[in-house]
Protein backbone atom coordinates (compact mmCIF):
# COMPACT_ATOMS: atom_id res chain seq x y z
CA UNK A 1 0.00 0.00 0.00
CA UNK A 2 1.22 3.50 -1.18
CA UNK A 3 1.25 6.10 1.86
CA UNK A 4 0.64 9.56 0.71
CA UNK A 5 2.03 11.16 3.82
CA UNK A 6 4.63 13.84 3.09
CA UNK A 7 6.39 12.73 6.22
CA UNK A 8 9.10 15.39 6.93
CA UNK A 9 8.21 16.86 3.34
CA UNK A 10 6.43 19.55 4.28
CA UNK A 11 10.07 20.87 6.43
CA UNK A 12 10.88 22.11 3.00
CA UNK A 13 8.88 25.31 3.17
CA UNK A 14 10.74 27.99 3.24
CA UNK A 15 13.01 30.36 3.36
CA UNK A 16 15.02 31.94 0.48
CA UNK A 17 18.56 31.69 2.62
CA UNK A 18 20.42 29.10 3.66
CA UNK A 19 21.03 28.34 7.22
CA UNK A 20 22.43 25.70 8.61
CA UNK A 21 21.45 23.80 12.25
CA UNK A 22 23.20 25.00 15.64
CA UNK A 23 23.19 22.00 17.48
CA UNK A 24 25.17 19.55 19.17
CA UNK A 25 24.85 16.48 16.89
CA UNK A 26 26.06 13.47 19.19
CA UNK A 27 26.14 9.68 18.32
CA UNK A 28 23.79 8.87 20.92
CA UNK A 29 21.39 11.35 19.01
CA UNK A 30 22.26 10.66 15.40
CA UNK A 31 21.61 6.58 16.01
CA UNK A 32 18.33 7.37 17.85
CA UNK A 33 17.40 9.92 14.80
CA UNK A 34 18.33 7.51 11.97
CA UNK A 35 16.12 4.59 13.41
CA UNK A 36 13.43 6.69 13.92
CA UNK A 37 14.25 8.27 10.32
CA UNK A 38 13.97 4.31 9.26
CA UNK A 39 10.99 3.57 11.43
CA UNK A 40 8.94 6.94 10.68
CA UNK A 41 9.89 8.39 7.11
CA UNK A 42 11.74 6.38 4.80
CA UNK A 43 8.64 4.86 3.64
CA UNK A 44 8.26 7.80 1.87
CA UNK A 45 11.09 9.84 1.62
CA UNK A 46 14.62 9.22 1.03
CA UNK A 47 17.80 11.76 1.18
CA UNK A 48 18.86 12.12 -2.23
CA UNK A 49 16.16 10.54 -4.19
CA UNK A 50 12.47 11.98 -5.01
CA UNK A 51 9.75 9.34 -3.63
CA UNK A 52 6.59 9.45 -2.20
CA UNK A 53 7.91 13.31 -0.97
CA UNK A 54 10.47 14.94 -1.88
CA UNK A 55 14.26 13.94 -0.35
CA UNK A 56 15.08 14.59 2.52
CA UNK A 57 19.10 15.79 2.19
CA UNK A 58 20.04 19.08 3.10
CA UNK A 59 16.84 20.29 4.59
CA UNK A 60 18.71 21.74 7.89
CA UNK A 61 20.98 23.80 5.66
CA UNK A 62 17.87 25.46 4.67
CA UNK A 63 15.69 25.60 8.07
CA UNK A 64 17.29 26.24 11.39
CA UNK A 65 16.05 23.43 14.07
CA UNK A 66 13.25 25.67 15.96
CA UNK A 67 11.79 25.70 12.27
CA UNK A 68 12.05 21.82 12.04
CA UNK A 69 10.50 20.85 15.37
CA UNK A 70 7.55 23.01 14.21
CA UNK A 71 6.82 21.47 10.64
CA UNK A 72 7.57 17.86 11.76
CA UNK A 73 5.57 18.36 15.01
CA UNK A 74 2.53 19.90 13.97
CA UNK A 75 2.35 20.64 9.81
CA UNK A 76 -0.87 21.50 9.73
CA UNK A 77 -0.87 24.48 12.44
CA UNK A 78 2.65 25.82 10.26
CA UNK A 79 0.96 25.40 6.90
CA UNK A 80 -2.38 27.12 7.87
CA UNK A 81 0.15 30.16 9.23
CA UNK A 82 2.11 32.86 7.36
CA UNK A 83 1.80 31.94 3.30
CA UNK A 84 4.86 29.79 2.22
CA UNK A 85 5.53 29.55 -1.82
CA UNK A 86 7.95 26.36 -1.24
CA UNK A 87 5.29 25.03 1.03
CA UNK A 88 2.63 25.19 -1.33
CA UNK A 89 4.28 24.19 -4.23
CA UNK A 90 5.24 21.09 -2.51
CA UNK A 91 1.87 20.87 -1.50
CA UNK A 92 0.49 20.89 -4.59
CA UNK A 93 2.88 18.39 -6.20
CA UNK A 94 2.65 15.67 -3.09
CA UNK A 95 -1.17 16.20 -2.51
CA UNK A 96 -1.26 15.80 0.95
CA UNK A 97 0.54 17.21 4.19
CA UNK A 98 2.04 14.67 6.25
CA UNK A 99 -0.11 13.93 9.64
CA UNK A 100 1.71 15.32 13.05
CA UNK A 101 4.85 13.31 14.67
CA UNK A 102 4.82 15.56 17.73
CA UNK A 103 3.98 11.55 19.55
CA UNK A 104 7.88 11.37 19.38
CA UNK A 105 8.69 13.88 21.82
CA UNK A 106 11.06 16.80 21.94
CA UNK A 107 14.04 14.28 21.92
CA UNK A 108 12.66 12.20 18.95
CA UNK A 109 11.94 15.38 17.10
CA UNK A 110 15.90 16.75 17.64
CA UNK A 111 17.13 13.44 16.98
CA UNK A 112 15.67 13.23 13.53
CA UNK A 113 16.65 16.68 13.08
CA UNK A 114 20.11 15.44 14.49
CA UNK A 115 20.23 12.72 11.94
CA UNK A 116 18.69 15.16 9.01
CA UNK A 117 21.81 17.19 9.70
CA UNK A 118 25.00 14.51 10.12
CA UNK A 119 23.80 13.14 6.77
CA UNK A 120 23.51 16.41 4.90
CA UNK A 121 27.26 17.45 6.71
CA UNK A 122 28.33 13.73 5.92
CA UNK A 123 27.50 13.96 2.06
CA UNK A 124 27.12 17.37 1.63
CA UNK A 125 23.63 17.90 0.27
CA UNK A 126 22.39 20.60 -0.87
CA UNK A 127 18.43 21.65 -0.20
CA UNK A 128 15.62 19.75 -2.83
CA UNK A 129 15.11 22.50 -5.20
CA UNK A 130 11.41 23.04 -5.47
CA UNK A 131 10.13 25.56 -8.63
CA UNK A 132 7.63 28.17 -6.91
CA UNK A 133 6.80 29.68 -10.24
CA UNK A 134 5.21 26.84 -11.95
CA UNK A 135 1.20 26.63 -11.52
CA UNK A 136 -0.06 22.62 -10.66
CA UNK A 137 -1.49 21.24 -13.88
CA UNK A 138 -5.17 21.10 -13.20
CA UNK A 139 -6.18 17.33 -13.62
CA UNK A 140 -9.43 17.82 -12.30
CA UNK A 141 -11.56 17.59 -15.91
CA UNK A 142 -9.39 14.11 -16.76
CA UNK A 143 -10.99 12.21 -14.30
CA UNK A 144 -14.81 12.52 -12.87
CA UNK A 145 -15.62 13.13 -9.49
CA UNK A 146 -17.09 10.48 -7.09
CA UNK A 147 -20.98 10.98 -6.88
CA UNK A 148 -23.17 11.00 -3.99
CA UNK A 149 -25.48 8.39 -3.85
CA UNK A 150 -27.79 9.30 -0.93
CA UNK A 151 -27.31 6.50 0.63
CA UNK A 152 -26.23 6.23 4.44
CA UNK A 153 -25.13 2.92 6.12
CA UNK A 154 -24.75 2.38 10.13
CA UNK A 155 -21.43 1.06 11.47
CA UNK A 156 -21.66 -0.34 15.18
CA UNK A 157 -18.36 -1.56 16.58
CA UNK A 158 -17.64 -4.93 16.49
CA UNK A 159 -14.77 -5.76 17.89
CA UNK A 160 -11.47 -4.25 18.95
CA UNK A 161 -8.09 -6.09 18.19
CA UNK A 162 -5.51 -5.50 21.38
CA UNK A 163 -2.57 -2.94 20.02
CA UNK A 164 1.05 -4.61 20.39
CA UNK A 165 3.58 -2.94 22.42
CA UNK A 166 5.76 -0.12 20.36
CA UNK A 167 3.26 -0.74 17.21
CA UNK A 168 3.24 2.78 15.43
CA UNK A 169 -0.22 3.85 13.54
CA UNK A 170 0.28 2.78 10.39
CA UNK A 171 0.28 -0.89 11.45
CA UNK A 172 -1.74 -2.94 12.77
CA UNK A 173 -5.23 -4.79 11.22
CA UNK A 174 -4.20 -5.46 7.44
CA UNK A 175 -7.33 -8.59 6.24
CA UNK A 176 -10.75 -10.12 7.66
CA UNK A 177 -11.36 -13.40 6.22
CA UNK A 178 -13.37 -16.37 7.05
CA UNK A 179 -12.58 -19.01 9.49
CA UNK A 180 -12.79 -22.18 8.27
CA UNK A 181 -13.44 -24.04 11.10
CA UNK A 182 -16.01 -22.66 12.38
CA UNK A 183 -18.88 -20.71 10.63
CA UNK A 184 -19.03 -18.08 12.68
CA UNK A 185 -15.46 -17.31 13.70
CA UNK A 186 -13.34 -14.72 12.05
CA UNK A 187 -9.69 -14.68 11.11
CA UNK A 188 -7.71 -11.19 11.30
CA UNK A 189 -4.12 -10.25 10.44
CA UNK A 190 -1.89 -7.81 12.31
CA UNK A 191 1.60 -6.62 9.59
CA UNK A 192 3.12 -7.08 13.19
CA UNK A 193 3.47 -10.74 12.21
CA UNK A 194 0.14 -12.38 14.18
CA UNK A 195 -3.58 -13.49 13.36
CA UNK A 196 -6.24 -13.13 15.41
CA UNK A 197 -9.41 -15.01 16.31
CA UNK A 198 -12.46 -13.54 16.59
CA UNK A 199 -15.45 -15.23 18.41
CA UNK A 200 -18.27 -14.15 20.43
CA UNK A 201 -16.78 -10.81 20.55
CA UNK A 202 -13.34 -11.59 21.53
CA UNK A 203 -9.78 -11.88 20.06
CA UNK A 204 -7.24 -14.46 20.75
CA UNK A 205 -4.01 -14.82 19.07
CA UNK A 206 -4.57 -17.77 16.50
CA UNK A 207 -1.18 -17.83 14.97
CA UNK A 208 2.04 -15.83 15.86
CA UNK A 209 4.88 -16.05 12.97
CA UNK A 210 7.44 -14.03 14.24
CA UNK A 211 9.41 -16.62 16.41
CA UNK A 212 9.27 -18.48 13.21
CA UNK A 213 10.59 -15.57 11.34
CA UNK A 214 12.91 -13.62 13.21
CA UNK A 215 13.76 -11.73 10.57
CA UNK A 216 10.32 -10.35 9.65
CA UNK A 217 10.89 -6.82 8.64
CA UNK A 218 8.06 -4.21 9.66
CA UNK A 219 10.06 -0.83 9.11
CA UNK A 220 10.30 1.04 7.12
CA UNK A 221 7.49 0.81 4.84
CA UNK A 222 3.30 0.97 5.55
CA UNK A 223 2.58 -2.35 4.19
CA UNK A 224 5.73 -4.36 5.22
CA UNK A 225 5.29 -7.26 7.83
CA UNK A 226 2.77 -10.04 7.33
CA UNK A 227 0.48 -8.62 4.17
CA UNK A 228 -1.30 -11.59 3.40
CA UNK A 229 -2.85 -15.05 4.30
CA UNK A 230 -5.00 -17.32 3.27
CA UNK A 231 -6.49 -20.89 4.15
CA UNK A 232 -6.75 -23.40 1.53
CA UNK A 233 -10.09 -24.27 0.50
CA UNK A 234 -9.56 -27.88 1.50
CA UNK A 235 -7.95 -26.72 5.12
CA UNK A 236 -9.79 -29.07 7.09
CA UNK A 237 -8.36 -31.86 5.46
CA UNK A 238 -4.71 -30.63 4.37
CA UNK A 239 -4.57 -28.24 7.09
CA UNK A 240 -2.75 -25.74 4.42
CA UNK A 241 -2.43 -22.32 5.27
CA UNK A 242 0.02 -19.72 3.53
CA UNK A 243 0.93 -16.35 4.73
CA UNK A 244 3.35 -13.58 2.77
CA UNK A 245 5.52 -11.41 4.67
CA UNK A 246 9.13 -9.19 4.04
CA UNK A 247 12.55 -9.34 4.95
CA UNK A 248 15.67 -7.61 4.20
CA UNK A 249 17.16 -8.43 1.29
CA UNK A 250 20.73 -10.21 2.40
CA UNK A 251 21.13 -11.87 -1.34
CA UNK A 252 19.41 -15.04 -0.68
CA UNK A 253 18.39 -16.63 -3.69
CA UNK A 254 15.20 -15.26 -5.03
CA UNK A 255 13.01 -15.84 -8.55
CA UNK A 256 13.21 -12.57 -10.05
CA UNK A 257 16.95 -11.11 -9.47
CA UNK A 258 16.98 -8.96 -12.74
CA UNK A 259 13.74 -6.96 -11.06
CA UNK A 260 16.71 -5.31 -8.54
CA UNK A 261 18.61 -3.42 -10.92
CA UNK A 262 21.86 -2.47 -9.45
CA UNK A 263 22.08 0.87 -10.15
CA UNK A 264 19.11 1.82 -7.81
CA UNK A 265 20.59 4.58 -5.55
CA UNK A 266 22.38 3.60 -2.50
CA UNK A 267 19.63 5.17 0.11
CA UNK A 268 17.05 3.54 -1.45
CA UNK A 269 17.21 1.64 1.57
CA UNK A 270 16.44 -1.52 2.44
CA UNK A 271 15.73 -3.52 -0.60
CA UNK A 272 13.04 -6.31 0.78
CA UNK A 273 12.52 -9.81 -0.25
CA UNK A 274 9.07 -11.00 0.26
CA UNK A 275 8.31 -14.51 1.48
CA UNK A 276 5.56 -16.73 0.33
CA UNK A 277 5.21 -19.48 2.73
CA UNK A 278 3.04 -22.55 2.77
CA UNK A 279 1.97 -24.00 6.52
CA UNK A 280 0.84 -27.37 7.49
CA UNK A 281 -1.32 -27.30 10.89
CA UNK A 282 -0.82 -30.65 12.66
CA UNK A 283 -4.11 -30.65 13.91
CA UNK A 284 -6.59 -27.98 11.64
CA UNK A 285 -9.50 -27.67 14.09
CA UNK A 286 -6.74 -27.01 16.92
CA UNK A 287 -7.36 -23.45 18.76
CA UNK A 288 -4.01 -21.97 18.09
CA UNK A 289 -1.95 -23.07 15.06
CA UNK A 290 1.16 -24.85 15.20
CA UNK A 291 2.37 -27.07 12.68
CA UNK A 292 5.48 -27.35 9.90
CA UNK A 293 5.85 -24.70 7.10
CA UNK A 294 8.36 -24.50 3.84
CA UNK A 295 9.12 -21.79 1.33
CA UNK A 296 7.08 -21.71 -1.49
CA UNK A 297 8.89 -18.62 -3.19
CA UNK A 298 11.03 -16.06 -2.60
CA UNK A 299 10.95 -12.45 -5.03
CA UNK A 300 12.97 -9.31 -4.31
CA UNK A 301 12.06 -5.50 -4.55
CA UNK A 302 13.91 -2.46 -5.69
CA UNK A 303 12.83 -0.70 -2.61
CA UNK A 304 10.25 -1.02 0.34
CA UNK A 305 7.62 0.92 -1.33
CA UNK A 306 4.76 -1.32 -3.45
CA UNK A 307 5.97 -4.56 -1.98
CA UNK A 308 3.76 -7.73 -1.61
CA UNK A 309 0.06 -7.27 -1.44
CA UNK A 310 -3.00 -9.69 -0.86
CA UNK A 311 -2.89 -13.32 -1.43
CA UNK A 312 -5.95 -15.10 -1.93
CA UNK A 313 -7.93 -18.19 -3.52
CA UNK A 314 -10.81 -17.61 -5.98
CA UNK A 315 -14.05 -19.05 -5.27
CA UNK A 316 -14.41 -22.56 -7.04
CA UNK A 317 -17.23 -24.47 -7.73
CA UNK A 318 -14.84 -28.05 -6.55
CA UNK A 319 -11.74 -29.50 -7.55
CA UNK A 320 -12.63 -29.51 -10.81
CA UNK A 321 -12.64 -25.73 -11.07
CA UNK A 322 -9.68 -24.51 -13.25
CA UNK A 323 -9.06 -22.47 -10.45
CA UNK A 324 -9.53 -24.88 -7.80
CA UNK A 325 -6.18 -24.45 -5.35
CA UNK A 326 -4.53 -21.83 -7.22
CA UNK A 327 -3.05 -19.36 -5.23
CA UNK A 328 -3.18 -15.63 -6.68
CA UNK A 329 -0.42 -13.00 -5.44
CA UNK A 330 -0.12 -9.17 -6.12
CA UNK A 331 3.02 -7.46 -6.50
CA UNK A 332 3.17 -3.86 -6.83
CA UNK A 333 6.14 -2.06 -8.45
CA UNK A 334 8.61 -2.19 -5.96
CA UNK A 335 9.10 1.42 -6.10
CA UNK A 336 10.35 1.45 -9.76
CA UNK A 337 8.81 4.53 -10.80
CA UNK A 338 10.20 6.14 -7.77
CA UNK A 339 13.52 4.95 -8.51
CA UNK A 340 13.31 6.21 -11.62
CA UNK A 341 12.91 2.85 -13.42
CA UNK A 342 9.91 3.03 -15.56
CA UNK A 343 10.75 -0.05 -17.84
CA UNK A 344 11.60 -2.16 -14.87
CA UNK A 345 7.88 -2.69 -14.43
CA UNK A 346 4.64 -3.05 -16.20
CA UNK A 347 5.82 -6.13 -18.82
CA UNK A 348 5.56 -10.22 -18.45
CA UNK A 349 9.46 -10.19 -18.12
CA UNK A 350 9.03 -8.73 -14.83
CA UNK A 351 7.22 -9.51 -11.44
CA UNK A 352 6.79 -5.65 -10.65
CA UNK A 353 3.53 -4.42 -10.76
CA UNK A 354 1.69 -7.73 -11.45
CA UNK A 355 -0.86 -10.29 -10.34
CA UNK A 356 0.49 -13.82 -10.37
CA UNK A 357 -1.25 -17.14 -10.26
CA UNK A 358 0.67 -19.96 -9.35
CA UNK A 359 -0.21 -23.44 -8.44
CA UNK A 360 1.27 -24.01 -4.70
CA UNK A 361 1.09 -27.47 -4.84
CA UNK A 362 3.07 -27.91 -8.09
CA UNK A 363 6.55 -28.72 -8.89
CA UNK A 364 7.16 -27.35 -12.06
CA UNK A 365 8.21 -23.87 -11.57
CA UNK A 366 11.53 -22.22 -10.17
CA UNK A 367 13.49 -24.75 -7.95
CA UNK A 368 10.23 -27.11 -7.85
CA UNK A 369 8.80 -25.29 -5.14
CA UNK A 370 5.56 -24.50 -6.89
CA UNK A 371 3.79 -24.75 -10.07
CA UNK A 372 2.95 -23.04 -13.06
CA UNK A 373 -0.59 -23.62 -14.52
CA UNK A 374 -0.56 -24.19 -18.02
CA UNK A 375 -3.93 -22.35 -18.67
CA UNK A 376 -1.60 -18.76 -17.29
CA UNK A 377 -1.42 -16.68 -20.57
CA UNK A 378 2.08 -16.29 -20.57
CA UNK A 379 2.49 -20.18 -19.83
CA UNK A 380 3.29 -21.63 -23.03
CA UNK A 381 5.58 -18.42 -24.26
CA UNK A 382 9.08 -19.65 -25.55
CA UNK A 383 10.37 -16.34 -24.49
CA UNK A 384 12.69 -17.90 -21.55
CA UNK A 385 12.84 -13.97 -19.96
CA UNK A 386 8.60 -14.32 -19.27
CA UNK A 387 7.32 -14.65 -16.01
CA UNK A 388 4.82 -17.57 -16.87
CA UNK A 389 3.81 -16.84 -12.97
CA UNK A 390 2.12 -13.56 -14.27
CA UNK A 391 -1.88 -13.29 -14.79
CA UNK A 392 -2.09 -9.74 -15.34
CA UNK A 393 0.06 -6.81 -15.22
CA UNK A 394 0.60 -3.05 -15.25
CA UNK A 395 -0.44 -2.39 -11.69
CA UNK A 396 0.85 0.65 -9.68
CA UNK A 397 0.10 -1.40 -6.20
CA UNK A 398 -2.58 -3.66 -6.79
CA UNK A 399 -3.33 -3.40 -3.19
CA UNK A 400 -6.54 -5.39 -2.96
CA UNK A 401 -8.40 -8.07 -5.28
CA UNK A 402 -11.55 -10.00 -4.98
CA UNK A 403 -14.06 -11.77 -7.06
CA UNK A 404 -17.68 -11.93 -7.90
CA UNK A 405 -20.16 -14.38 -10.02
CA UNK A 406 -22.22 -12.53 -11.92
CA UNK A 407 -25.46 -13.47 -12.87
CA UNK A 408 -25.00 -15.41 -16.04
CA UNK A 409 -22.54 -17.51 -14.10
CA UNK A 410 -18.83 -15.35 -15.00
CA UNK A 411 -16.29 -15.04 -12.47
CA UNK A 412 -15.24 -11.66 -12.60
CA UNK A 413 -12.05 -10.43 -10.53
CA UNK A 414 -11.71 -6.88 -9.24
CA UNK A 415 -8.76 -5.48 -8.11
CA UNK A 416 -8.24 -2.10 -6.65
CA UNK A 417 -4.85 -0.32 -7.55
CA UNK A 418 -3.12 2.91 -5.62
CA UNK A 419 -2.46 5.75 -7.68
CA UNK A 420 0.78 8.02 -7.58
CA UNK A 421 -0.15 11.27 -7.41
CA UNK A 422 -3.55 12.03 -8.82
CA UNK A 423 -5.92 8.53 -10.14
CA UNK A 424 -6.94 5.76 -8.18
CA UNK A 425 -8.52 2.61 -9.65
CA UNK A 426 -10.68 -0.23 -10.08
CA UNK A 427 -9.91 -2.96 -12.65
CA UNK A 428 -11.58 -5.58 -14.39
CA UNK A 429 -8.89 -8.14 -14.25
CA UNK A 430 -8.28 -9.87 -17.60
CA UNK A 431 -5.93 -12.81 -18.42
CA UNK A 432 -3.15 -11.75 -19.72
CA UNK A 433 -4.32 -7.92 -19.68
CA UNK A 434 -1.82 -4.67 -19.08
CA UNK A 435 -2.97 -2.00 -17.15
CA UNK A 436 -0.75 0.67 -18.32
CA UNK A 437 1.58 1.38 -15.34
CA UNK A 438 5.46 1.43 -16.19
CA UNK A 439 6.25 1.12 -19.47
CA UNK A 440 2.79 1.90 -20.57
CA UNK A 441 2.83 5.19 -18.89
CA UNK A 442 -0.53 5.56 -17.88
CA UNK A 443 -2.15 6.54 -14.45
CA UNK A 444 -5.21 5.76 -14.82
CA UNK A 445 -6.75 6.60 -18.32
CA UNK A 446 -4.09 9.63 -18.25
CA UNK A 447 -0.36 9.88 -19.03
CA UNK A 448 2.05 10.23 -17.09
CA UNK A 449 5.21 12.37 -18.05
CA UNK A 450 7.23 10.14 -16.05
CA UNK A 451 11.49 11.44 -16.66
CA UNK A 452 9.73 14.98 -16.22
CA UNK A 453 7.43 15.05 -13.44
CA UNK A 454 5.60 11.73 -12.59
CA UNK A 455 2.97 13.69 -10.40
CA UNK A 456 1.48 15.59 -13.17
CA UNK A 457 -1.19 13.87 -15.15
CA UNK A 458 -2.23 14.66 -19.14
CA UNK A 459 -5.23 13.59 -21.87
CA UNK A 460 -3.67 10.34 -23.28
CA UNK A 461 -4.38 9.73 -26.93
CA UNK A 462 -6.46 6.85 -28.34
CA UNK A 463 -3.35 5.23 -29.81
CA UNK A 464 -1.73 5.69 -26.27
CA UNK A 465 -4.22 3.86 -24.34
CA UNK A 466 -5.10 1.37 -27.38
CA UNK A 467 -3.03 -1.68 -25.93
CA UNK A 468 -4.26 -1.44 -22.73
CA UNK A 469 -7.30 -1.95 -20.31
CA UNK A 470 -8.59 1.19 -18.75
CA UNK A 471 -9.93 1.20 -15.20
CA UNK A 472 -13.70 -0.02 -15.12
CA UNK A 473 -13.98 2.86 -12.48
CA UNK A 474 -11.29 5.99 -11.31
CA UNK A 475 -11.51 9.04 -8.56
CA UNK A 476 -9.36 11.81 -8.68
CA UNK A 477 -7.29 12.75 -5.53
CA UNK A 478 -9.56 15.64 -4.99
CA UNK A 479 -11.76 12.77 -3.52
CA UNK A 480 -9.35 10.42 -1.78
CA UNK A 481 -5.54 9.15 -2.35
CA UNK A 482 -5.00 5.84 -1.98
CA UNK A 483 -7.84 3.06 -2.47
CA UNK A 484 -8.35 0.17 -0.80
CA UNK A 485 -10.58 -2.80 -2.64
CA UNK A 486 -13.34 -3.93 -1.15
CA UNK A 487 -16.00 -6.80 -2.26
CA UNK A 488 -19.38 -7.44 -3.97
CA UNK A 489 -22.11 -7.30 -1.14
CA UNK A 490 -24.80 -10.37 -1.60
CA UNK A 491 -25.66 -10.14 2.15
CA UNK A 492 -29.37 -8.99 3.54
CA UNK A 493 -29.16 -5.40 3.16
CA UNK A 494 -30.89 -4.46 -0.03
CA UNK A 495 -29.58 -1.44 -0.80
CA UNK A 496 -26.11 -2.67 -1.03
CA UNK A 497 -26.74 -5.62 -2.96
CA UNK A 498 -24.92 -6.16 -6.24
CA UNK A 499 -22.59 -3.22 -5.23
CA UNK A 500 -18.70 -2.95 -4.97
CA UNK A 501 -18.36 -1.51 -2.00
CA UNK A 502 -14.70 0.19 -1.32
CA UNK A 503 -12.51 2.97 0.21
CA UNK A 504 -9.84 5.45 0.58
CA UNK A 505 -7.20 4.18 3.19
CA UNK A 506 -6.31 8.14 3.85
CA UNK A 507 -9.49 10.02 4.27
CA UNK A 508 -11.59 6.95 5.15
CA UNK A 509 -14.68 7.53 2.28
CA UNK A 510 -16.22 4.54 1.90
CA UNK A 511 -17.66 4.20 -2.04
CA UNK A 512 -19.37 1.77 -4.38
CA UNK A 513 -19.54 0.77 -8.27
CA UNK A 514 -22.71 -1.23 -9.16
CA UNK A 515 -21.38 -4.65 -10.53
CA UNK A 516 -23.95 -6.04 -13.24
CA UNK A 517 -24.05 -8.38 -16.00
CA UNK A 518 -23.23 -5.33 -18.32
CA UNK A 519 -20.91 -4.25 -16.47
CA UNK A 520 -21.89 -0.28 -18.32
CA UNK A 521 -21.77 1.65 -14.93
CA UNK A 522 -18.36 3.39 -14.58
CA UNK A 523 -19.52 5.67 -11.87
CA UNK A 524 -17.78 5.64 -8.27
CA UNK A 525 -20.09 6.66 -5.70
CA UNK A 526 -20.38 7.81 -2.16
CA UNK A 527 -21.85 6.20 0.67
CA UNK A 528 -22.00 8.80 3.66
CA UNK A 529 -22.18 7.23 7.56
CA UNK A 530 -24.18 7.75 10.39
CA UNK A 531 -23.85 6.97 14.22
CA UNK A 532 -26.73 7.33 16.12
CA UNK A 533 -28.52 9.17 13.61
CA UNK A 534 -26.38 11.71 12.78
CA UNK A 535 -23.43 11.94 9.62
CA UNK A 536 -20.24 11.20 10.70
CA UNK A 537 -16.73 9.63 9.06
CA UNK A 538 -14.65 7.04 9.85
CA UNK A 539 -11.81 9.23 10.60
CA UNK A 540 -14.44 11.17 13.98
CA UNK A 541 -15.36 7.61 14.91
CA UNK A 542 -11.88 6.41 15.17
CA UNK A 543 -10.34 10.13 16.57
CA UNK A 544 -7.92 9.65 13.40
CA UNK A 545 -5.71 12.07 11.66
CA UNK A 546 -5.60 9.24 8.57
CA UNK A 547 -7.72 6.20 8.63
CA UNK A 548 -5.79 3.26 7.49
CA UNK A 549 -9.49 1.90 6.69
CA UNK A 550 -9.56 -1.20 5.20
CA UNK A 551 -12.71 -2.93 3.77
CA UNK A 552 -13.71 -6.59 4.46
CA UNK A 553 -16.51 -9.23 3.94
CA UNK A 554 -17.54 -12.49 5.22
CA UNK A 555 -19.66 -14.04 2.17
CA UNK A 556 -20.89 -17.10 4.80
CA UNK A 557 -23.79 -14.17 6.61
CA UNK A 558 -23.09 -11.57 4.00
CA UNK A 559 -21.46 -9.50 6.92
CA UNK A 560 -19.24 -6.32 5.68
CA UNK A 561 -16.89 -4.58 7.69
CA UNK A 562 -14.83 -1.80 8.19
CA UNK A 563 -11.06 -1.67 9.68
CA UNK A 564 -9.40 0.65 10.85
CA UNK A 565 -5.18 -0.24 11.53
CA UNK A 566 -4.34 2.35 14.00
CA UNK A 567 -7.07 1.90 16.78
CA UNK A 568 -7.65 -1.72 15.80
CA UNK A 569 -11.28 -1.29 15.71
CA UNK A 570 -13.31 -3.72 12.90
CA UNK A 571 -17.06 -2.23 12.80
CA UNK A 572 -19.65 -3.94 11.43
CA UNK A 573 -22.14 -2.11 8.80
CA UNK A 574 -25.58 -2.62 9.94
CA UNK A 575 -27.76 -0.86 7.78
CA UNK A 576 -28.34 1.13 4.41
CA UNK A 577 -31.20 3.84 3.32
CA UNK A 578 -31.79 7.21 1.52
CA UNK A 579 -31.52 10.09 3.76
Known amino acids: MRSRLLALAVAFAGLAASRGVAQSLSTDAVDHGAALFAQHCAACHQLTTDSFGPPLGGITRLLSTEELLAWIGDPATVLAGEHNPRAQALLARYKAPMPPFSFLGDDGLRALVAYLAAETERLDLAPHVVDTTRPPVSSRSLIAPVVDSGIVIELEDFVQVPRLPDRPAYKGIALLRPDPRDEDDLIVSDLMGLLYRIRDGMTDVYFDLRPDFPDLHIHPGVGSGLSGFAFHPDFLRNGLLYTLH ?153 HRFSWDILPDGRKLMIAADIGESTVEEINLVEPGANYGWGVGRLEGSARIDITTDPTAIFPATAAETAPYRLPHGEYHHEDGTAVTGGYVYHGPIELLQGKYVFGDIVNGRIFYMNIGTDLEDHTVYELRIVRAGELTSVKALSSLNRAHLRVSYDPRHGELYVMTKDDGMIRRVTTAYYR
Open 246 to 398: SEVWAGEEIVNPADVPAQVADDLYPQLAWVLTEWRAADPRAARFAGSHREVMRWGSATFGHGGQEIAFAPTTGPDDPDYGLLYLSEGDGGSINAKLPNNTGHPRSLMGTIMRIDPQGTNGPAGRYGIPPDNPFAGATDPTIRPGDRATGFRNA
